[in-house]
C-alpha cells in the first residue's frame, strides 16, 4: 500500500464516528492532564489501560495517543499563567511564557503556544507519515558518540542563557549537574550523593526541581516584594487576548525551528521532548537578532520550544510503530498498550496491520485540529485566572504544586524537596543567579555523562571516537562555534579597552 | 458492677471473641487491598500488577477492591522497605521482582532482605534470548564468543545495570569461557535494541517479547535463549547448554510478598487467591503475550526458591567483581 492510499484507508478508518469519539476523549484527557502539573501522561495512559482491554485495538491506540500529544498541548497552560510547568517538556516555556504574562499578554503568549503546536505537531505528523520507514534508520546510526555532542551542543547553549553574569550562570549550571547526579549509577549500581537516604537512591525528578525553582520561587519572590493586588495585569476586549500580528510574525522561524529539532530529535530514542524543547529555544536565541530580550518574555521564546515538543510527538511514534522501539516513558506505555491489543508494533505491522497503523496516523492529522479547537477558545477564559487576587491565588499555586510533587511517586519525602527547591530558587533569583542553566544542567547533564561513558566503552578509552565520526564532530563543532561567538563582542570591548 | 468494670469485662470478652474469631474462622479481607509495585505507572512491576488485578476482578476472585500502589525508589528499596513497615497489617502485599534480591547485597541504603519479609507466591520467570543483528557474521553463540576470545575486550553487549540478568548472564558465560567482552549500558531497553540494529554493539541480551517481531521480519537474530527448556514461540533456537555452554541460568523471577511475619490464616488467603488468579484466563493472556514462563510455587517453595536464587546471585555478582556490602 502506497502511502497515499495508506492515508486515505487511514482517514476512513480514523472518521468512523466511534474512532472520532475516542480521538476526541483522548485529546480532552491529554490537555486536563497536561494542564495538571505531576500528573503525566504516562501514569494516566497505564491507568486508563485496563479499561480499555475491550475496546477495538484501533479506537484504543486512537484514544491513549491523544492522551499522549494532548498533554503536550495543554503543558504550556500553567507554565505561561502561573510560571508553574505542567509537563517537564513545557519547563522552558516558562522562561518566557511566564515573562509575557507578567506583561499582560497572557492571552498571546497562550494563542502562540497554541498555533505553533499545531503548527510544529501537523509537520512531525506529514513527516511521521511521508518518511517513517527512512528516517527510523536514520535513528539507528545515531549512536552514544553522538548523543554525546548533542548533549554538549545544549549545554553550551547555557552559555546564552547565563544571562548578565557568565560566572553565575556556570555556577548554576554546575549545581544542576550536581543535582542530576545523585542517585544510583547505572554503570556500577553504586550509589552517588545519597548520604544513606533510600529516598534518594532512583535520584531527583525533573518535575519537582521544576516547580520548586519556578512555582515555589515566584511565590516567595511576590512575597518578599509585598505585591498586594493581583499580580498580573489583564487586558480587556478579545482582541488584546490572542496574538497581535506582530507577535505571530516574530514567531515565524521561530515555527520551523521548532518544527525541525522537534522531529529530529523526537526521532532518536535517546533524547526526549524536554531536550527538544531546550535545544530549539537555545538556536532560536542563538541566531535571534535581539537574544538579550530573551527571558524578559519574547513570543518567539514560546513558539520555539512549544512547538518543539509537539513535533516531538510524530517523531517519537516513529521508532515506536516501524520497529517497536519506544524512545521513552510513554511511548513505552503505548507500546506495551498495543501488545496487549495483539497488534504488535515492529517492521510488519504498516503491512499487517493498516487498519492500526494508516488509522493512526490518520487521527494525528484529525486530533491536532480537535486540540487546537479545544485550546484557542480556552485562552481568554484561562487568562482570567490572573484576575484573582494573590491572597487566593499564592495558596493555590502552593496547593497544586505540593499535590503535583506528591503525585509524581506518592511520596511526602519529594514534597519536602520541593519545599528544599523553592528555598533554592529563592536564594538564586535574590542574588541575581539564573535558574535556566541549572535547569538545563539538570536536564542535559545525566545523558550526557551516560553517552560519554559509553562512547569511552565503546572505544576502550580512546576519546578520539567522540570526533572522529562525521555527525558527532559538526555538532561538537557547532558547540564550539556556538560556546565562543556571544563572547567576540566581549574580546573586542577588552581590546579596545586596553589599546 | 461499675463502668470501668464493666470496660473491662466487655473488652476482655471482645478479647476472647476476637482470639476464638481468629483460631476458626478464615481470614477475609475487610478492605481494599493495597498491592504495592516498585515501578511507577507502566513500569514492568505497574503492568504486571493492574493485569493480575484486571484478572482478579473478570474472575470475581476478590471480594474487596485491590488498588495499585506505586512506591517508586531505590530500584524496589523503597517499596521493600514500605512493606517491612506494614508488619501485621493483613490488607498489604507486594509485587517482589529479582532487583529485591541482587539491590540489598550491593547498596547500603537498600536495608531489607527479601528474607524478612513473607513470600506468598512465585508468578512467572522471565526468558530472554541471546540475540545478533542480521547482518553479523555470527550464526551461533560460539562464534560471537571465539571472536571475543580472539580480540579481548573489542565485542560489545548493550543492556542495563550491571545487577541485571542481562550483565549476569555476560558473568557466567565469561568465566566458563574465559572470553572477555564489553558491557555497555543503557538506561531503557529501546536505547539498547536501538544500539543493537544500528550495529553499535555486537550482541544483546532481550526479551522475547521485544524480540519477536524483529526477529520474524529479519532484522535480528537469536542465537541462544536463556531458559532451562525451549520456549514454545522459539523452538528452532538452543539453549545456552543445547549451544554447548553449560552455565548456570540467572533466572528473572516475578512474584507476591507479603511484610513480614504474615499470620497463617493470612497467608492461606492469599496462597489460594493467587493460585486461582493463575489459573484465570486474563492472566493466562497476560502470560501467553508477554512470552513469559509461567511458574507458580506456593509460599513453602517459594521462599526456598528466593533463598536459593540468593546464594546464586550473589556468587554471580561477587565473580562480576561488582562490590557488595552485605
Known amino acids: ?499 | 458492677m461499675n463502668k470501668r468494670n464493666m470496660l473491662k469485662a466487655s473488652l476482655a470478652l471482645s478479647a476472647l471473641m476476637v482470639f476464638t474469631h481468629g483460631a476458626h474462622a478464615e481470614f477475609k479481607p475487610t478492605r481494599p487491598i493495597e498491592l504495592v509495585v516498585h515501578s511507577g505507572p507502566g513500569g514492568g512491576n505497574d503492568v504486571m500488577g493492574r493485569a493480575l488485578i484486571a484478572a482478579i476482578d473478570d474472575a470475581k476472585l476478590s471480594p474487596v477492591r485491590i488498588q495499585i500502589s506505586n512506591k517508586v525508589g531505590g530500584g524496589g528499596a523503597t517499596a521493600a522497605s514500605y512493606l517491612a513497615e506494614k508488619k501485621g497489617d493483613p490488607h498489604v502485599i507486594g509485587i517482589f521482582t529479582s532487583v529485591w534480591i541482587t539491590n540489598p547485597l550491593v547498596q547500603q541504603e537498600a536495608n531489607v532482605s527479601i528474607r524478612e519479609l513473607t513470600p506468598i507466591s512465585l508468578m512467572l520467570l522471565e526468558p530472554a534470548l541471546i540475540a545478533v543483528r542480521a547482518e553479523s557474521p555470527f550464526k551461533t553463540l560460539g562464534d560471537f564468543i571465539e571472536a571475543a576470545k580472539a580480540n579481548p575486550g573489542k565485542m560489545k553487549q548493550s543492556g542495563g545495570s550491571p545487577l541485571a540478568r542481562d550483565a549476569l548472564v555476560r558473568t557466567v558465560l565469561q568465566a566458563k569461557t574465559g572470553a572477555r567482552w564489553a558491557f555497555i549500558s543503557f538506561p531503557s531497553g529501546g536505547e539498547r535494541i536501538s544500539a543493537l540494529l544500528g550495529g553499535h554493539v555486537d550482541a544483546m541480551v532481550i526479551e522475547p517479547a521485544e524480540a519477536g517481531e524483529l526477529i520474524r521480519s529479519g532484522k535480528i537474530r537469536a542465537v541462544a535463549q536463556v531458559a532451562d527448556a525451549r520456549l514454545p514461540d522459539f523452538k528452532d533456537i538452543p539453549t545456552l547448554k543445547e549451544a554447548g555452554f553449560d552455565v548456570p541460568n540467572p533466572p528473572q523471577p516475578r512474584g507476591l510478598i507479603g511484610p513480614p511475619g504474615m499470620a497463617p490464616d493470612v497467608l492461606k488467603y492469599y496462597e489460594e487467591l493467587m493460585q486461582k488468579a493463575a489459573q484465570s484466563p486474563g492472566w493466562q493472556k497476560f502470560v501467553r503475550d508477554g512470552l513469559f514462563e509461567a511458574k507458580v510455587l506456593g509460599p513453602k517453595q517459594t521462599t526456598e526458591f528466593l533463598t536459593q536464587t540468593e546464594v546464586q546471585m550473589r556468587g554471580i555478582l561477587q565473580e562480576s567483581g561488582v562490590k557488595l556490602v552485605r
Not at chain 1, 226 to 233: A, F, G, R, V, Y
Not at chain 1, 239 to 265: D, M, T
Request: aromatic content about 8%; some cysteine.
Open chain 1, 1 to 499: 500500500m502506497d502511502i497515499f492510499s495508506g492515508l486515505m484507508h487511514g482517514f476512513s478508518v480514523a472518521l468512523m464516528p466511534t474512532n472520532l469519539l475516542w480521538c476526541l476523549v483522548g485529546c480532552f484527557l491529554g490537555t486536563v492532564v497536561g494542564i495538571l502539573p505531576g500528573l503525566g501522561p504516562a501514569a494516566t495512559i497505564a491507568m486508563l489501560l485496563p479499561m480499555t482491554y475491550n475496546m477495538s485495538p484501533t479506537g484504543g491506540i486512537i484514544m491513549l495517543t491523544g492522551i499522549y500529544y494532548g498533554a503536550k498541548y495543554g503543558g504550556s497552560t500553567t507554565s505561561i499563567l502561573l510560571n508553574m510547568p505542567g509537563e517537564s517538556s513545557s519547563v522552558v516555556t516558562c522562561l518566557d511564557g511566564y515573562q509575557m504574562a507578567r506583561k499582560g499578554r497572557a492571552g498571546a503568549a497562550l494563542g502562540i503556544a497554541a498555533i505553533a503546536s499545531f503548527i510544529a505537531g501537523t509537520f512531525g505528523i506529514v513527516a511521521l507519515s511521508l518518511v517513517a520507514p527512512t528516517v527510523a534508520d536514520y535513528a539507528l546510526s545515531f549512536s552514544s558518540p553522538e548523543y554525546f555532542a548533542l548533549m554538549a551542543l545544549g549545554l553550551a547553549l547555557v552559555v546564552l542563557l547565563a544571562g548578565d553574569s557568565l560566572v553565575k550562570g556556570l555556577i548554576a549550571l554546575l549545581i544542576g549537574l550536581w543535582l542530576t547526579s545523585i542517585g544510583t549509577d547505572l554503570f556500577t549500581s553504586q550509589s552517588r550523593f545519597t548520604f544513606g537516604q533510600s529516598s534518594l537512591l532512583s535520584g531527583l525528578d525533573f518535575m519537582i526541581v521544576a516547580i520548586g525553582v519556578f512555582a515555589i520561587t515566584e511565590v516567595l519572590n511576590s512575597i518578599a516584594d509585598s505585591e498586594e493586588t493581583q499580580i498580573l495585569p489583564v487586558p480587556k476586549g478579545l482582541r488584546n487576548l490572542l496574538p497581535s500580528w506582530e507577535e505571530l510574525k516574530a514567531c515565524r522561524f521561530a515555527f520551523a525551528n521548532g518544527s525541525i529539532v522537534g522531529f529530529v530529535i523526537g526521532v532518536l530514542p535517546g533524547a526526549g521532548a524536554s531536550i527538544a524543547s531546550f535545544i530549539s529555544y537555545g538556536i532560536e536565541r542563538a541566531v535571534s537578532k535581539h537574544p538579550e530580550k530573551f527571558g524578559t518574555g519574547v513570543p518567539e521564546g514560546v513558539a520555539a520550544p512549544e512547538g518543539a515538543n509537539n513535533a516531538d510527538s510524530g517523531g517519537a511514534l516513529i521508532p515506536l510503530l516501524t520497529l517497536g522501539i519506544p524512545g521513552g516513558g510513554t511511548t513505552a506505555i503505548l507500546l506495551s498498550a498495543l501488545v496487549l491489543w495483539g497488534v504488535k508494533p515492529g517492521p510488519l505491522m504498516m503491512t499487517e496491520s493498516p487498519d492500526v497503523f494508516w488509522g493512526l496516523v490518520a487521527s494525528l492529522y484529525i486530533g491536532n485540529v480537535m486540540l487546537l479547537i479545544l485550546n484557542l477558545p480556552m485562552v481568554p477564559i484561562f487568562a482570567q485566572i490572573l484576575r484573582i487576587p494573590v491572597y487566593v491565588l499564592h495558596p493555590l499555586i502552593l496547593g497544586v504544586s505540593v499535590i503535583g510533587a506528591y503525585s509524581v511517586s506518592g511520596r511526602v519525602f519529594d514534597v519536602m524537596l520541593l519545599a528544599g527547591f523553592g528555598l533554592l530558587g529563592y536564594a538564586m533569583s535574590r542574588l541575581k543567579f539564573p535558574v535556566a542553566p541549572l535547569v538545563l544542567g539538570f536536564v542535559l547533564g545525566d545523558a550526557m555523562e551516560r553517552a560519554l561513558r559509553q562512547s569511552l566503552m565503546m572505544s576502550q578509552g580512546d576519546l578520539s571516537i567522540l570526533f572522529s565520526r562525521p555527525i558527532s564532530a559538526v555538532m561538537i563543532a557547532c558547540a564550539i562555534v556556538v560556546l565562543f561567538l556571544p563572547l567576540l563582542p566581549r574580546f573586542r570591548a577588552l581590546k579596545q579597552a586596553a589599546g
